[in-house]
């Protein structure tokens, strides 16, 4: 490592989530941002509740949503997640270029993702997990699936240790996560 990058802390890409934590966070958190491009051009972004699965991230919404047909023609697009609000803290962020897929009425699809969706949001309690559940499965869903191209993270614990002289990025990085959620295991 240059002495610069020891001083100078304006590449942040020297500070990167590890595997591990990227898998926790996406267990942990359960909503991201999902970004795709209008017909002009434009970035939008909505905010979405979501299951990480397979390596891929998985949303749903209803049919008549603009995102719907822009990621049909423009597959295109990216999630941003934070670790704002999880037993991980904060200051630990990813974007991920992705490439989407819009399922419609694809039952095999919907047996798995509306029961991990409802358990995810409602750790538990099996009950209102079914309620929402039920809430899920209407004749105008679609199931969205992200599968990640390129992952852009940063971790800002790393760097706050960089900073205060407790570590450096020629160092290993060791750090105990936050168990696995109870919905994971059940």
């Not at 595997?19 to 909503?31: A, N």
Request: proline letters at 8%.
């Amino acid at each position: 490592m240059s002495d610069a990058a020891k001083t100078n802390y304006d590449d942040v890409s020297i500070y990167p989530l590890d595997p591990e934590k990227i898998e926790r966070l996406c267990q942990l958190q359960s909503e991201c941002a999902v970004l795709w491009s209008t017909k002009d051009g434009w970035p939008m972004g909505v905010m979405h509740r979501f299951v990480y699965q397979d390596g891929r991230f998985w949303v749903t919404c209803a049919e008549q949503r603009k995102r719907v047909p822009a990621l049909k023609k423009r597959d295109k697009s990216a999630v941003i997640i934070t670790s704002e609000g999880t037993p991980l803290g904060r200051d630990q962020t990813m974007t991920v270029k992705c490439r989407a897929t819009v399922h419609e009425d694809n039952p095999d699809v919907k047996a798995w993702f509306y029961p991990a969706l409802a358990m995810k949001l409602n750790q538990g309690n099996e009950e209102g997990a079914a309620v929402f559940q039920k809430f899920l499965d209407t004749p105008k869903r679609v199931i969205i699936e992200l599968e990640p191209v390129k992952w852009i993270t940063y971790d800002g614990v790393k760097l706050a240790a960089h900073v205060a002289g407790q570590w450096s990025p020629d160092q290993p990085w060791e750090e105990e996560l936050p168990p696995a959620p109870a919905w994971l295991e059940s």
